[in-house]
């Protein structure tokens, strides 16, 4: 039975909610790095860093994903060069 693999499909599957949980978290590491660089790294001073890390947090954003982000719109990375648009 040719293309009936249950491992294929869980596969397929599973690459397809990886896809977009990649997009969705690259789009919040993209916010959160810009509030950074707009406000400060710090959650209690910035608001809208605050917001987006809550927003990262509710669709379960890892907590290392959002210390990179912070990181890179401190400008600790030097590939990063995210602006407000």
Do not use: C, W
């Not at 959160?32 to 605050?50: E, F, T, W």
Request: aromatic share 4%; hydrophobic share 30%.
């Amino acid at each position: 039975m040719a293309g009936h693999s249950k491992f294929k499909n869980i596969m397929h599957r599973k690459g397809a909610q990886d896809k977009k949980r990649a997009k969705v978290f690259s789009r919040l590491g993209r916010e959160i790095a810009v509030a950074v660089k707009s406000g400060g790294p710090d959650v209690d001073s910035n608001i809208r860093l605050r917001s987006a890390i809550t927003t990262a947090k509710s669709l379960n954003m890892p907590k290392d994903n959002i210390d990179r982000a912070i990181k890179k719109g401190e400008g600790n990375d030097p590939d990063s060069n995210y602006e407000e648009v």
